[in-house]
């Protein structure tokens, strides 16, 4: 059987043409475009999995290290293969970068990936390694970063928690957004996502962890503080696996 | 000429001619080429069965495949194909690989592990793995440390103690080394002194009447070392204070120091500013107890085990 289609109906019939290239455009526009109206389905919401913004010096450290291109040679994705497990963990969860913006789960690994980094290493290591990566590991090819010492601008805090507001990161303003942090996060961390006390949290988080160990609020300190905070919000001892794994 | 007379009577042309004589041919498309097109229809239709596919309802369309494998609990559960299932089901695989060695460790103590030459030679390399990947970045590949930084796991000092057990015990649950500045408590003098006597007792050139008042104060109320480092200076390592009368340093720059005054210079600077780092995450909820045990065994072994 052979159709005896012929394009010259298409070429010779300007509205056919609208029709059909409309037509041929929603498609890939559907097929882009539907999947985000479900995206909030995709966030793991099974126990153990209590995910938050980060504290006003972490979201700090967080800028740093987009600023330095960090994303550029680490991944923040473990992918659930079993290499990746053995190495760096449990895989990461979507819920795990819920409050990204934009997210980090990188492209390329020059370096190792970075999303449970928290709590590897001590925050002297992760210090000394960043101001000269090879005196902690000899074959690294990571650039020296020794400018991270110098003192943190703290002028826009606030302003940068009220543009991650904007876009959706649970940052209060009001005393009634407040309340509704306390509900969902607890006392302890609606506090610390309290815009008018940023600068406050932000100096006292730094002085309690003093990650440099040195005096005075660092940029090593909030790179150090959004490091160590990476991959620990979910505790993989309350999750029930098959849940996730039936979530897909 | 002739050619493209030829050629307009065979193939179809779109039927009009531009400056008389300048046609278009309209040749189909080849047939391999259309049958490979709807072939991979064809194929993308069967793989909508197979695999998760479309959105339906208020889920998708799960697919005819299946992953079954064996969870925590011990319970088969069965799941819709997907890369998390994937990964339970190689996890189980692994799993059962590994099962007659990690078995054997489970059941064996530490002491059995070392002898067992099939066993240690499991723990080796495995150690080695789990070494590298999460210990080597502070205390090197070899296990020879940092000096200023994190100690050496190949020597026969230990802070914290070098048994299977202490081993264990420092992995699991971490350390943090701590000692207070005596920068403000004691003058210069007093430091030095301390300074002096401290090098003596690893035998480094040192002034000997200072080294004197160094023992003295070393043990009295005013600087109050011989808490922690014991009156014989030998360390405690129940809370980690280091043996002072070896040559092994870990936070004093003293074998970086060529000449004994630069020695002595070190040692007053550690006395001075104390020691607030050393700090060792703890791996009981990163790694499973059998990686920590195989992880014990191998650091043991690495040269110092007790």
Redesign the interface.
């Known amino acids: 059987m052979r159709i005896n289609f012929k394009h010259e109906w298409i070429e010779t019939n300007i509205g056919l043409m609208l029709v059909l290239t409309m037509l041929a455009i929603s498609v890939g526009g559907l097929v882009e475009i539907a999947p985000l109206f479900f995206i909030n389905k995709t966030i793991e919401k099974t126990e153990g999995v209590d995910v938050r913004p980060y504290s006003p010096l972490e979201m700090r450290g967080r800028d740093i290290y987009i600023r330095e291109g960090c994303y550029v040679c680490h991944s923040q994705m473990i992918r659930p293969f079993r290499d990746e497990k053995m190495r760096y963990g449990h895989y990461s969860l979507a819920a795990e970068s819920q409050y990204d913006h934009p997210f980090q789960w990188g492209s390329k690994r020059t370096g190792p990936d970075l999303a449970r980094v928290g709590g590897k290493y001590s925050n002297e290591w992760h210090v000394q390694h960043l101001l000269a990566p090879r005196s902690m590991v000899p074959e690294s090819v990571m650039p020296n970063y020794p400018w991270l010492m110098t003192l943190l601008d703290q002028s826009d805090v606030a302003d940068r928690m009220k543009a991650l507001r904007t876009v959706g990161v649970p940052y209060s303003l009001t005393e009634a957004e407040r309340e509704a942090n306390v509900k969902k996060f607890g006392e302890q961390v609606a506090e610390q996502l309290h815009i008018p006390d940023a600068n406050k949290n932000l100096v006292e988080q730094a002085n309690l962890g003093n990650y440099d160990g040195k005096p005075g609020v660092s940029e090593m300190d909030a790179l150090v503080a959004y490091l160590q905070v990476l991959g620990t919000m979910v505790d993989f001892t309350k999750v029930n696996e098959d849940e996730l794994v039936h979530s897909r | 000429m002739s050619e493209q007379n030829l050629q307009s009577q065979t193939v179809q042309t779109?039927g009009h001619a531009w400056d008389g004589d300048l046609e278009e041919f309209?040749n189909p498309l080849p047939t391999w080429w259309v049958y490979t097109f709807y072939v991979t229809i064809v194929f993308a239709i069967v793989y909508w069965f197979i695999y998760p596919s479309w959105?339906f309802g208020k889920g998708f369309l799960t697919g005819f495949s299946n992953i079954t494998y064996v969870?925590?609990a011990g319970e088969t559960?069965s799941?819709h194909w997907?890369?998390?299932?994937?990964?339970?089901e190689?996890?189980n695989k692994?799993d059962e690989m590994q099962k007659p060695y990690f078995s054997k460790v489970a059941a064996s103590d530490f002491n059995q592990i070392a002898k067992d030459p099939e066993l240690s030679g499991f723990v080796l390399s495995a150690g080695k793995a789990l070494f590298t990947?999460?210990c080597a970045?502070?205390h090197?590949?070899g296990g020879q440390g940092?000096l200023g930084?994190?100690p050496n796991l190949t020597d026969d000092d230990w802070l914290y103690g070098g048994t299977f057990d202490k081993i264990h015990q420092t992995i699991t649950g971490g350390r943090r080394g701590y000692m207070p500045a005596f920068g403000e408590v004691l003058n210069a003098d007093q430091i030095d002194a301390l300074a002096n006597y401290v090098a003596s007792l690893s035998g480094i050139a040192h002034d000997a009447n200072k080294a004197v008042t160094g023992k003295a104060l070393f043990t009295s109320e005013t600087a109050a070392c011989y808490y922690c480092h014991t009156e014989s200076a030998k360390g405690r390592q129940d809370i980690g204070a280091p043996n002072l009368t070896d040559k092994i340093w870990l936070w004093a720059n003293v074998p970086g120091a060529d000449k004994a005054e630069d020695k002595v210079a070190a040692i007053r600077n550690t006395i001075a500013t104390g020691v607030?780092?050393?700090?060792?995450?703890a791996w009981g909820?990163?790694l499973s107890s059998d990686q920590i045990k195989v992880l014990t065994v191998y650091v043991h072994q690495l040269g110092g085990g007790k």
Not at chain 2, 82 to 88: E, S
Not at chain 2, 276 to 281: A, D, I, L
């Open positions: 779109t309209n959105p969870n925590k559960v799941s997907n890369t998390r299932a994937l990964l339970m190689d996890l692994a990947d999460n970045p502070c090197q590949q940092k930084f994190f607030n780092k050393g700090v060792m995450p909820e990163r």
